[in-house]
């Protein structure tokens, strides 16, 4: 890396500060006690914390994130790890139109699906279930496509010399495919998990029942509860979006690399 | 054979969820948009094109159209010029540039009801952190989300600050894209910074730009979450967005035929700019000879 200027350093740290200063000070708020921050002092409390919890329901609203998002990228990486390799090492009657038809999701606008999702799990006796929120969300075209961009890079020797042991193609797939993709893997999952993480239009649709609350619906409705000026209680509020963002903001951390270069990889290649 | 029917097994339940989920909802929403229904009553009558004509003879429609317009038209100019300009300096493998990057990026991973709700306390009017700062310049305290001519506004500056960073990393990848030898060539030429830019820079990332202004476009017109929660697309429907109204329309009122009726709108003029996109990405353009 090459060197730089100090007064460049000091001047993009300050920038970086100054850009993410509302989060930063929502977060060192919901320490605040309520009284103390409309007399504009400070007084450190873990009360919106243990409120949002107990009172609140927030254990319960991430848990129910956590369930349902982890659900959806299971099942999700599953689904599309398994057509990418057909899609990827197989030639079939009907495959180019069938992976045609996978690429075209990308272009069609979820909210024309609203309704009749809607209508379709009302049906089946789905809605105010964990079912009912993670069913529509676990097929991923963008996944099941740039997983098979990336296992036609592997070479095609692999798969023919475990076919000649005597696998099946089930065996090729968990036991050369999928290993040699780890890192394509990888970064799809997390887009899937951080994607429904802070999904909100549907679990807002598909359930009413409050203890299935995700975190994204809990939130706005803690916050709604009060939606006139100078009554929300603004630390309790920001303890509540805390935890909300706190998550997915540790695993960005964790892999933020990775994440760019997934997403950059997705969209200008 | 058995091993004829593998690629279909393999591909068989993406496909399942795809048709139920995706492919048969089209067809259900054009079928929905020709009848009359609210949920409880047991028949669905067909009624032709009324929900279409009841929408283009309401105000709230146009109201809706007319503010994701204008939302378009000055959010997406905003953020891509912006995005260009901060990707020019951040283009750099520095720590700083690369700290910077990451703080700009962070918004577009972190959920958007929690930045709609630290934004509608950014511009509270009574606690909020920008009326603190105007007041105690004496500029006085603006009902930012109560205010019909500002309430738009506030939405635009929250989606360009949740955005703006992926346009950035987008931007920096275009950059990247650009040869080191033009940038030496031009600055041999004895070319200033701004002439280089215009002359070497903006036409080259001009591809990234188009696919930029078609994605956020499209994204425009999808924005949802921040107006929901921010303002119920109030006051008085300054911001009451196409997606805001369909949400209304559908579950809200539950007018099925009119809320699938603009379902299929939206639904045909995205997918028009999405093949518009494909046009795009699919014209590839080589910079080295």
């Keep these: 890396m090459k060197r730089e200027h100090p007064a460049f350093t000091g001047l993009a740290l300050l920038a970086g500060l100054l850009f993410l200063s509302p989060v930063l000070y929502s977060v060192w708020m919901s320490f605040q006690t309520a009284d103390a921050f409309y007399t504009g002092t400070f007084a450190f409390t873990l009360a919106n914390y243990t409120r949002s919890i107990s009172e609140f329901n927030f254990a319960r609203y991430l848990l129910n994130s956590v369930i349902v998002s982890g659900l959806v990228t299971v099942l999700?990486?599953?689904?599309?790890?398994?057509?990418?390799?057909?899609?990827?090492?197989?030639?079939?009657?009907?495959?180019?139109?069938?992976?045609?038809?996978?690429?075209?999701?990308?272009?069609?606008?979820?909210?024309?699906?609203?309704?009749?999702?809607?209508?379709?799990?009302?049906?089946?006796?789905?809605?105010?279930?964990?079912a009912g929120l993670i069913l529509p969300a676990i097929s991923n075209g963008f996944a099941a496509f740039f997983l098979r961009q990336y296992i036609r890079g592997i070479p095609k020797a692999l798969d023919e010399a475990a076919y000649m042991d005597g696998a099946t193609p089930l065996q090729v797939l968990w036991r050369v495919i999928v290993p040699l993709s780890r890192p394509a893997i990888a970064s799809m999952a997390l887009y899937i998990f951080?994607?429904?993480?802070?999904?909100?239009?549907?679990?807002?649709?598909?359930?009413?029942?409050?203890?299935?609350?995700?975190?994204?619906?809990?939130?706005?409705?803690?916050?709604?509860?009060?939606?006139?000026?100078?009554?929300?209680?603004?630390?309790?509020?920001m303890a509540a979006s805390t935890i909300t963002i706190l998550p997915v903001l540790i695993g960005f951390l964790l892999v933020e690399r990775h994440l760019v270069r997934g997403i950059t990889m997705g969209s200008v290649k | 054979m058995s091993r004829k029917f593998t690629p279909y097994l393999f591909v068989a339940p993406l496909m399942i969820f795809i048709a139920v989920f995706t492919y048969i909802p089209i067809l259900t929403s054009l079928n929905l948009s020709l009848r009359q229904w609210n949920f409880l009553t047991p028949d669905m009558p067909f009624v032709g094109l009324r929900n279409y004509q009841d929408l283009a003879a309401s105000s709230e429609f146009w109201n809706?159209?007319?503010?994701?317009?204008?939302?378009?038209?000055?959010?997406?100019?905003?953020?891509?010029?912006?995005?260009?300009?901060?990707?020019?300096?951040?283009?750099?493998?520095?720590?700083?540039s690369r700290l910077l990057r990451g703080a700009l990026f962070l918004p577009a991973v972190t959920s958007t009801v929690s930045i709609a709700v630290?934004?509608?306390?950014?511009?509270?009017?009574?606690?909020?952190?920008?009326?603190?700062?105007?007041?105690?310049?004496?500029?006085?305290?603006?009902?930012?989300?109560?205010?019909?001519?500002?309430?738009?506004?506030?939405?635009?500056?929250?989606?360009?600050?949740?955005?703006?960073?992926?346009?950035?990393?987008?931007?920096?990848?275009?950059?990247?894209?650009?040869?080191?030898?033009?940038?030496?060539?031009?600055?041999?030429?004895?070319?200033?910074?701004?002439?280089?830019?215009?002359?070497?820079?903006?036409?080259?990332?001009?591809?990234?730009?188009?696919?930029?202004?078609?994605?956020?476009?499209?994204?425009?017109?999808?924005?949802?979450?921040?107006?929901?929660?921010?303002?119920?697309?109030?006051?008085?429907?300054?911001?009451?967005?196409?997606?805001?109204?369909?949400?209304?329309?559908?579950?809200?009122?539950?007018?099925?035929?009119?809320?699938?009726?603009?379902?299929?709108?939206?639904?045909?003029?995205?997918?028009?700019?999405?093949?518009?996109?494909?046009?795009?990405?699919?014209?590839?353009?080589?910079?080295e000879a």
């Design chain 1, 194 to 237: 951080i994607t429904e993480w802070n999904n909100y239009i549907w679990p807002l649709v598909a359930v009413g029942r409050q203890d299935l609350y995700t975190l994204q619906v809990g939130l706005a409705r803690l916050y709604s509860i009060n939606p006139g000026e100078g009554l929300v209680d603004w630390p309790l509020v």
């Design chain 2, 118 to 287: 630290v934004f509608s306390w950014v511009f509270a009017t009574d606690y909020g952190m920008v009326n603190a700062g105007l007041a105690a310049l004496g500029l006085g305290r603006p009902q930012w989300l109560q205010d019909p001519h500002l309430a738009l506004f506030v939405i635009i500056m929250v989606n360009t600050w949740k955005q703006i960073g992926y346009d950035v990393v987008i931007y920096i990848a275009g950059l990247q894209a650009v040869p080191q030898e033009l940038y030496d060539a031009a600055s041999v030429d004895g070319g200033r910074r701004l002439h280089v830019f215009r002359r070497v820079t903006f036409p080259l990332v001009m591809p990234t730009t188009y696919f930029l202004l078609v994605i956020s476009v499209i994204e425009a017109f999808q924005v949802f979450t921040i107006v929901n929660v921010m303002t119920h697309g109030g006051p008085a429907g300054a911001t009451d967005m196409i997606v805001n109204r369909l949400y209304e329309i559908g579950f809200v009122l539950f007018d099925i035929g009119r809320g699938s009726a603009l379902a299929v709108l939206l639904f045909i003029l995205l997918v028009g700019l999405a093949i518009l996109k494909s046009r795009i990405i699919g014209r590839k353009v080589h910079y």
């Design chain 1, 76 to 130: 999700g990486i599953t689904l599309a790890t398994l057509a990418a390799f057909a899609f990827a090492r197989f030639r079939f009657p009907g495959g180019d139109l069938l992976f045609g038809a996978t690429v075209a999701t990308l272009m069609i606008p979820s909210h024309i699906s609203l309704i009749p999702n809607y209508l379709t799990l009302a049906k089946a006796g789905l809605l105010d279930t964990y």
């Design chain 2, 64 to 96: 809706a159209l007319k503010v994701t317009t204008l939302f378009t038209v000055l959010s997406v100019p905003l953020r891509l010029a912006c995005a260009l300009a901060i990707a020019s300096y951040l283009v750099r493998e520095t720590l700083p």
